[in-house]
């Protein structure tokens, strides 16, 4: 795919060049997604307990945390799988 860049002056567009882009396809799967949300609201919470000096709010924010990562390493894992089992089918 061919990409025009652009370069703005005094508010005005100029086309400079053109510009190979790859197209690659970047899609994460419900576990990268959920693991991610689940790993930022942990350290939410365990910084939020550090503030207020309570050891729940830290305790459950680690654990958060530490589920979060697991689950996106899982969905990592998944997609490593797909990619190699996508790379088997194409034709040599």
Do not use: C, W, Y
């Not at 061919?2 to 567009?13: A, H, Q």
């Not at 307990?49 to 945390?65: I, W």
Request: net charge positive.
């Amino acid at each position: 795919m061919r990409v025009r860049e652009r370069n703005l002056i005094f508010g005005r567009t100029f086309f400079t060049r053109t510009r190979d882009v790859e197209k690659k396809d970047f899609v994460m799967n419900k576990n990268q997604i959920d693991g991610g949300t689940k790993e930022a609201a942990g350290k939410v919470q365990k910084e939020f307990g550090k503030v207020v000096d309570s050891p729940k709010h830290k305790a459950a924010g680690g654990m958060k945390e530490a589920e979060g990562k697991v689950q996106k390493t899982a969905g990592n894992i998944e997609e490593k799988a797909k990619n190699i089992a996508r790379e088997a089918r194409k034709p040599l």
